[in-house]
Every structure is written in structure tokens, then in C-alpha cells.
């Protein structure tokens, strides 16, 4: 019995003293981010993501519950399937960013536009992928890794409470690392 004890690691209050505490969603996250409704168009989606100058964001019901998650690049490939001369450059890896090749007259784009007033987002949403406030921000990482998104709602139960996106998680961790060196 003695031997198998010799045997066991040593447990002792300082043996996490020098790894730093892992970082929660809720540290990092951005509150009250800006959403849509799922029968709102396209086209009012572009302009406010525009005018938000985010790339995506929640999809929320009347319960404020997350039902999908929008991105420029769902409504890019709308206006591609409506226009199939509007194409999309996007390289293999994952997309940090797109480039968008107009090989159509302007009023064609301008009409493309118009036409996304007839399709609402719910059409071309994804399906949430979503994390909770209490979670490590690993977590969140894996699954934008493992999904190739760059935002993550959070929720608590089904309601949102925020979003995390990569950009909150370099600045939650630098704000960390910074703290580690006083």
C-alpha cells in the first residue's frame, strides 16, 4: 500500500503557481452586439453591417434567442448565385479576408443589391455555433478553428449575451499577458 502512494504525483496549492489562470469567454467577449432578424433582407443586412463596420453577426428571434449567424461572405454568395458574373476569389486556406471581382456593368451591381431586398437572412444564415459565458477561451478558439468562423455568439441558456470574436480574444489575451508581467 506505502509503494503504491510513492507512486502518485504530488499534489501540493502550488503546483498551478506559475500556470496563469485560463481566461473565460465572459473576460473577452463584446456585450450587447449588434444582431438581425431572421426575416429581415439582405439587402438592409449589407447596409448595417456596412454602416457597423462588422463582418457578420447574430441572428436573433423575438425572444432574443440565436437562431443563425450572418457573415459578408453569406450575402457575397447570394449575390453570386443571383449573378453569376459577380464572382468570388477566396484562397483554400481559411478566409481572413475576400476578394470580390466585379466583372458586371454598375447598374447590374446596383441591381443585384436591390435584389437581395426579396431574400430574407434566414435563407442564407448558418447554423449557431455558440459558446457560454463561463467557458474557457479555448474553447472558443477551437471551435473557430475547427469551423473556420471568426465569431462566436455567446449565450446564456439560449438568449444572447455577447459575441467573441478573434479580434476580442488577441485583445483579451494581450490585456492577460500584460497583467502576468507587473
Known amino acids: 500500500m506505502a ?3 510513492e ?3 504530488v499534489k501540493s496549492k502550488y503546483a498551478s503557481i ?4 485560463r481566461m473565460k469567454v465572459k473576460e473577452v467577449m463584446t456585450e450587447s452586439p449588434f444582431t438581425m432578424k431572421p426575416e429581415q433582407s439582405l439587402r438592409e443586412a449589407a447596409i448595417k453591417l456596412a454602416d457597423f463596420n462588422v463582418s457578420g453577426c447574430p441572428v436573433v428571434n423575438e425572444r432574443g434567442e440565436v437562431v443563425g ?8 454568395e447570394a449575390l ?13 486556406e481559411i478566409t481572413f479576408g475576400i476578394s ?14 436591390q435584389d ?10 448558418k447554423k449557431p455555433i455558440t459558446v457560454t459565458l463561463n467557458e474557457n477561451v479555448e474553447k472558443a478558439i477551437g471551435l473557430m478553428v475547427e469551423n473556420k468562423i471568426s465569431r462566436v455568439p455567446v449565450v446564456d441558456g439560449k438568449r444572447l449575451v455577447g459575441i467573441v470574436t478573434r479580434g476580442d480574444i488577441l485583445k483579451g489575451f494581450f490585456r492577460h499577458v500584460g497583467q502576468l508581467a507587473l
Open 69 to 76: 449567424v450572418l457573415s459578408e461572405v453569406d450575402i457575397l
Open 3 to 5: 509503494r503504491e502512494a
Open 7 to 9: 507512486n502518485e504525483p
Open 80 to 92: 453570386k448565385t443571383q449573378y453569376k458574373e459577380l464572382r468570388m476569389l477566396m484562397p483554400p
Open 100 to 113: 470580390f471581382v466585379q466583372v458586371v456593368k454598375e447598374r447590374d451591381a446596383v441591381k443585384a443589391l
Open 18 to 21: 506559475h500556470e496563469p489562470p
Open 116 to 125: 437581395l431586398k426579396e431574400i430574407p437572412v434566414e435563407k442564407v444564415m
